[in-house]
């Protein structure tokens, strides 16, 4: 997932604490005395009014005097000061489609990722039918309603339509990663899929908490723009892989609630704080109580290939998916009947650590090795059981022998599949044939 994409979609904030606040109105100087002052930012106070037509978009000038005004109400909110001035251009999606197309070095699509592939596949929410990078890709073009460039130091809006329309939740959410960037920085070193997701779920997860507060006070204290009559992206488009998405927003959905926990037992300076430790697993954000102090347990895949078979040269070997993650797969292939956006299903629960770690031949065959490991014996069970299930039920899938099954070619991941548990953990080896699982993975 690209680091720049920092707005897939509003979350509506369920269970959130979003406070009320006071009038506002009073007059002030038209400079502050003695320079800058929170709430006030490029010649404009948090509550003055600007002189703006949103019907036909906003014009340059009309997008800098709101994106000032912006700046000085999240710095009233967040108790933090910008320190320099934050461009803000606005494009249109099938603009944006073209410039993220034309990052590929004028390739008609992403370059493929057969390692990646195999881990979206261990999921079962990618297939074989649809390269991973093609799948981020459509999804991200149908969805990205604005991103900031921590590089590039900027912000660009996606507009709904060809004139430059600008949504002010879009606009505040990213104005607030632009406030966290000059204030702590965004250079993350997230490696895996699940710590790109918890990372997110502390800088996304406030930059939502802080666009629901902004929206709070448009509804009742402030005078804020008109919203376009139409938005951009959503979920709508036919391009756009569900199981992928529900994995990509999940920082969006489970980050505010984190993050209002965060806030509530202790203020500002702990979601400060957050900025110097991110949590390291989409398990604490989804729950908590867990952070810092639930470590996720380092799970190590012993290489039993043949010479037939062998792991990428990729680093790490391997990817760690998480609870995140693991809820999409029993999601989207119906083992659960928990609510999308919750994140919290009985089969995911209780993850404790995981590693999938990716094989290739010769032929260009891909398999993989999924090893997960749980807080108790029958944490792995209902893991397991569910993995099976969603085999038989969802892609049609047969058991020749025991913890082996196949899948028809009538399926996208049509594969042979070798599922055990031994106590609290689970390996599940996938390979093209019954015969390239043991040459994939010799069990023990």
Known sequence: MRRELLLALTIVLAGCTVPSFGGSGSDHPATPEGGDTLGWENGYWYDDSVSVTTEDGLNASEREAVTARTMARLERIREREFTQPVPVEVISRAEYRNRSRGNQSGAAGPPADPWNDQVWESLLLIGEDEGSSEAIDNTLSSSVQGFYSPSRDRIVIVSPTETPQVDRGTLSHELTHALQDQQFGLNTSAKTQDTQLSTDGAIEGEANYIQALYRNRCDGQWSCIANPETSGGGGGSSSMNPGLF???????????????????????????ALHRQYPNSTEQVIHPDRYPDEEPVEVTVPDRSNDEWSRFDHDPVGDTVGEASIFATMYHNNQTDADRYSY??????GWAGDKVVPYKNGSGGGGYVWVSTWDSEDDAREFAQAYRAALVEEHGATQPRENVYVVPESSSFEDAFRITQSGDTVRIVNGPTIEDLRAIHRPQ
Do not use: K, M
Not at 247 to 262: E, H, K, N, T
């Open 246 to 272: 529900t994995v990509i927003i999940q920082p969006y959905a489970s980050g505010p609630r984190f993050v209002d926990s965060i806030r509530e037992d202790g203020g500002w300076d702990a979601v400060d």
């Open 344 to 349: 919290v299903s009985d089969p995911s629960e």
